[in-house]
């Protein structure tokens, strides 16, 4: 280990606010013409929500998300009572029921873009660990602990990395320091400045990201050591140099996002700077092959991995794959073949162009494979030699918790990094320019929405807030380290697997229908 | 090597907006007027472009369609006069099974001619009910998947209508010693079928049958219903008869492939009778799909008949029955009822109610059906919306009475080359190249009871909530 990463202290969050002028809360505060911009409400407000800048005496637009909402009726600072003309008025806003899905419900969404503009965890009460799905994550919860098990230590104290290569095979002992990194979205898929923001804040947490499978722009060389290449059916610019950059080679067999279909890149997002870089035609749609047509059996993705190894005596080997019925047997086999972590990714998440068809219906969600993977390899003896990798459809701090307490050592995370980016997940990402948000586009106006210090600092902030939570739900059953809570399902409860005066101790699972 | 089946989609706009999900609201008493930073200049999507066309001539705004939700506007507008909404007749749209969201993607289809694909993951329910209930496999490593959708491994999603020999004899000379009925293949795995409400208008029933000519597909048609226009597609429909009504259309019968008969107690009986009205005819026997439906099916099957067509309701649910089970189990019940009475392979099953969306073709035939029909979703490529006001008398939203032939018989025609490529698509993953091996083929599938109950039945035990 470099002496770097042996001193590696964690960033600090740094107040990162919103590209936009109009934030979104959940709340909304109107000033009415009344207002006489006596300057009251900004002096009363903690949070911020009304501002007010000494060389401009005209009231400013309220910052509705800063806001607390109906609560703070209590407060002897409350606005809205204080308003010496009555100019003020607060409501839900309305909007909220236009954002945001079963999965990622309005309040999700809003909570993260709160976190990655503080770093903390939101004032606001929003429901950000739960969402609005009915079954998997939002039904399970950890149990109620024991409150003579709490340790009182600090986050500092408290250990949340994990070790990704568990072999002992002699190559290096690649260490994270949160248990979690980044998924791979293409350059082509996303804007470069959103590639190489999350590589920055990839470096300044110490943890990886991966190139995603359209190849390694040069502007990622700075930060090699945290990014991962990855390997997919198109090999594209998949070259010598671009294995031996990385800590890590990861093979996608295949990906949640659309599980048993190759990567879509669609026509309209081919510039010639994509094409470039992929060796093909400008405006030509890219359909990766599927499966890779070198690999037929385990035998075969042996001799993958083997080739990885040979090319580079000081990389790691992940196996991505989905999640069909037998992905026990399909982890085992990448375990004998000599991989280094196995990457299971569920059906309901992934953030690039996949038929509607696929993300619904084809794999199985990762709450069921996650155990599957984990007893299967437990059970072949296999379970500490390698390090179990789940990600599809973890969206927050707590289906983090909730996946290891399953069995996983660490998650990989996409969405929640493009949801702290400002994503409201339209999800036309793949349609005409792109992102109409400037993350998921190459257009050459669009992707200049973003620049990527503020990627970087938004996403080191998004974290930064998550490890507080797993901080909280560690200290409270008495853990210093998340290794601790690794296959730890006893912990865990199921809201229909309990009886009724049991359930109602814990919170329902949300149940709103949506209109999506 | 014999021509690859394609169907060949065409972009074919709709006639009429059709109703947006969302809309944008704006306070114009707040708009600055001149701040030359409008948004609506810099959407992205170009939707206020055409703004002014409203205002000057009552049209619906088309902003309510084409709105794709990034919220730019509501958040970048100096003044932040916009806000948006979710249009309350999108809310009303269908009912709880045709849902606004089946309504939309089905228009879209018949728009587009092309697989819905968007970004950002899943947004739906962790689960739900019927169909939504189970997950269809994917193949890794060492079974391998099929590159089908995009035409670099061929994908076969042809299905027999004709009944087959339980056994093949030969002759010493290796000929066959029994009679080896004719074979009646169609291309798709899905039929049509004439909606039971809407405007039918000659229109409407000629697109139909002209699409299900183009995609080489058959239609069931009544035969009140079938006119002189109609004539030329005549290969591709299905007179629906009765018992007591097929002498009444003999014609009907010269003319066409095949037909279908409904059930009545004895119907076997008047099987061999058809087949001696024209030669080489096939057969198939309607019936409802109730509780009787699998211990008819077994007696049928016994009999000569090609397929055996079940009709469950609207929303796909068992007829005659207080407490209706959902048609994916319905179709298990009656595959293998035959299935162990060593008979499935002699006789072909179609099913009809409730198949909405690509997805319920693949699952049907997984649970054991031959083939399914759609019925409503026809209706829904020409714009209907639902509402269920033709069945009061009152006029149609969409016209649907002035279809013209050739637009109508493209959106279907869109609409099935958009399904079948889904349907190569989960074949492909689950690494099956023949829609006639997804037959019956449940461990191709992942069932939630079972997911549940392998996977958090030993961490969480004994399931309270079903």
């Known amino acids: ?516 | 090597m014999p021509k690859k089946y394609n169907i060949s989609v065409k972009t074919t706009p709709p006639r009429f907006f059709p109703v947006g999900k969302y809309t944008t609201v704006e306070f114009r008493e707040d708009c600055a007027g001149s701040c030359r930073e409008c948004v609506k200049k810099k959407c992205i999507y170009g939707i206020f472009k055409e703004n002014y066309l409203h205002m000057l001539s009552m049209h619906d705004p088309e902003y309510i369609y084409n709105c794709q939700s990034c919220l730019r506007c509501v958040q970048e507008c100096t003044k932040g006069i916009f806000s948006r909404v979710i249009n309350p007749e999108y809310r009303e749209l269908g009912d709880e099974y045709w849902n606004a969201d089946i309504i939309h993607r089905t228009g879209v289809q018949a728009h587009t001619g092309q697989v819905p694909v968007s970004g950002s993951g899943y947004r739906g329910p962790f689960v739900g009910e019927g169909f939504d209930s189970m997950w269809t496999d994917m193949s890794e490593i060492v079974r391998p998947t099929r590159d089908g959708i995009h035409g670099r491994e061929y994908i076969n999603t042809c299905i027999e209508l004709s009944r087959r020999p339980r056994r093949l004899k030969f002759n010493k000379d290796m000929s066959l010693a029994v009679d080896a009925p004719p074979i009646f293949e169609v291309p798709v795995p899905v039929l049509f079928r004439q909606p039971d409400f809407g405007v039918l208008s000659n229109n409407v029933l000629m697109s139909i049958a002209d699409a299900a000519h183009k995609i080489n597909t058959m239609m069931f048609i009544r035969p009140e219903d079938y006119s002189e226009a109609l004539a030329p597609y005549s290969d591709n429909l299905i007179p629906m008869l009765t018992k007591d009504n097929y002498r009444e259309f003999t014609d009907l019968i010269q003319k066409s492939r095949m037909i279908e008969i409904a059930f009545k107690p004895g119907i076997e009986n008047e099987i061999d009778k058809l087949r001696s009205l024209k030669e080489g005819l096939f057969i198939s026997v309607g019936m409802p799909l109730n509780a009787d439906a699998a211990s008819r099916s077994l007696e049928l099957a016994k009999a000569d008949v090609d397929t055996l067509h079940f009709y469950a309701d609207n929303h796909g649910r068992e007829t005659d029955s207080e407490n209706p089970r959902f048609i994916k189990e319905m179709i298990r019940e009656v595959h293998l009822k035959l299935v162990d009475n060593s008979i499935r392979l002699k006789v072909n099953l179609v099913f009809s109610g409730g198949i909405a969306m690509a997805e319920h073709v693949a699952k049907a035939i997984i649970c054991g059906a031959d083939g399914v029909t759609v019925d409503n979703s026809l209706l829904i490529a020409l714009e209907c919306r639902m509402c269920y006001r033709c069945r009061q008398g009152l006029s149609c939203p969409v016209k649907l009475e002035d279809v013209e032939l050739e637009y109508g018989s493209q959106r279907i025609v869109n609409l099935m080359g958009a399904w079948r490529n889904q349907l190569l698509e989960v074949m492909g993953a689950m690494g099956l190249r023949e829609a006639r091996r997804l037959r019956g083929e449940v461990g191709r599938s992942m069932w939630f009871e079972d997911l549940e109950k392998e996977n958090f039945g030993p961490i969480f035990g004994e399931k309270k909530v079903s």
């Not at chain 1, 006489?36 to 903690?46: D, F, K, N, R, V």
């Not at chain 1, 003309?85 to 969404?109: F, S």
């Not at chain 1, 042996?302 to 005596?313: E, G, N, T």
């Not at chain 1, 196995?342 to 038929?355: E, K, L, M, Q, R």
Request: glycine share 8%; aromatic share 8%; proline share 5%.
């Open chain 1, 1 to 516: 280990m470099s002496d770097k990463k042996k001193n590696f202290k964690l960033p600090k969050g740094v107040e990162t606010p919103s590209r936009f002028r109009n934030t979104i809360g959940k709340y909304t505060i109107k000033r009415s013409s009344a207002c006489i911009s006596c300057g009251l409400c900004a002096e009363l407000c903690p949070y911020g929500v009304h501002q007010r800048y000494d060389n401009y005496s005209n009231p400013i637009r309220p910052k509705d998300h800063k806001c607390i909402g109906f609560k703070c009726k209590e407060n002897d600072f409350f606005c809205v009572d204080r308003c010496p003309q009555q100019a003020l008025t607060l409501r839900l806003n309305p909007i909220l029921d236009t954002m945001g899905d079963y999965r990622w419900p309005a309040e999700m969404l809003l909570a993260h873009f709160e976190m990655a503009e503080t770093g903390d965890l939101p004032k606001v009460d929003l429901e950000y660990d739960l969402g609005n799905s009915g079954g998997g994550f939002d039904k399970i919860r950890f149990k109620t602990a024991d409150p003579k098990n709490y340790i009182d230590i600090s986050d500092e104290d408290i250990d949340t990395s994990v070790n990704l290569n568990k072999t002992g095979d002699g190559r290096p002992e690649i260490v994270i320091s949160i248990p979690c990194y980044g998924g791979g979205m293409s350059y082509g898929s996303t804007a470069l400045s959103v590639m190489t923001g999350r590589a920055r804040a990839a470096e300044r947490l110490n943890t990886l990201t991966c190139t995603g499978e359209g190849g390694y722009p040069s502007e990622l060389v700075p930060y090699k050591d945290h990014v991962i290449t990855q390997v997919a059916t198109g090999l594209f610019a998949v070259r010598e140099e671009t294995i031996q950059y990385a800590p890590v080679v990861e093979f996608k067999y295949a990906q949640g996002a659309k599980p048993g279909l190759g990567g879509h890149l669609l026509g309209e997002k081919v510039t010639p700077e994509v094409a470039a870089m992929r060796e093909t035609v400008v405006g030509s749609s890219l359909f990766s092959p599927f499966p890779f047509h070198s690999v037929y059996s385990v035998e075969d993705h042996k001799k993958h991995v083997d080739w990885m190894k040979r090319i580079s005596p000081r990389i790691l080997v992940s196996v991505k794959v989905s999640t069909p019925t037998d992905v026990d047997m399909v982890a085992v086999g990448a375990y004998y073949a000599g991989a280094h972590i196995i990457h299971i990714d569920g059906s309901y998440g992934g953030t690039g162009a996949a038929p509607d068809i696929a993300k619904k219906n084809i794999a199985m969600p990762i709450e069921y494979a996650i155990p599957k993977v984990h007893k299967f390899l437990l059970e072949e003896g296999a379970r500490d030699k390698i390090c179990l990798i789940a990600s599809g459809g973890i969206r927050n701090a707590m289906d983090v918790a909730k996946a290891i307490a399953l069995g996983a050592d660490g998650v990989v995370i996409g969405t929640a990094e493009i949801v702290a980016l400002e994503c409201i997940r339209c999800t036309n990402c793949e349609s005409g320019r792109g992102c109409a948000r400037g993350i998921a586009t190459t257009d050459p106006e669009l992707s200049k929405m973003t620049t990527e210090e503020w990627n970087e600092q938004r996403i080191v902030n998004m974290y930064l807030a998550w490890r507080k939570q797993w901080c909280g739900i560690l200290r409270s059953f008495g853990m210093k380290s998340i290794k601790e809570l690794v296959g730890r399902t006893d912990l865990l409860v199921h809201l229909d697997y309990l009886d009724e005066d049991e359930r109602v101790k814990y919170q329902p699972a949300p149940q709103k229908k949506m209109i999506i």
